[in-house]
């Protein structure tokens, strides 16, 4: 059974989920946070956590253009 991690009723995903969905490496996401280019993830007892539905609206997004 997956457990899923929700804040405030959207589920949240973490850095490693990020990145298979994205395809992109750690270094990749950060560099893109640097440029404003990403979704802002939602920090919680250091550690990052992205909303799903934000990256697959990121993704559909980037596909586009």
Do not use: C, H
């Amino acid at each position: 059974m997956e457990i899923k991690t929700t804040i405030d009723g959207a589920e949240v995903i973490d850095i490693t989920e990020v990145s298979q969905i994205t395809g992109y490496n750690l270094n990749k996401v950060y560099e893109l946070l640097r440029y404003n280019l990403f979704p802002e993830p939602i920090r919680l007892k250091n550690k990052n956590f992205w909303k799903r539905s934000e990256i697959e609206e990121y993704i559909e997004r980037t596909k586009k253009g």
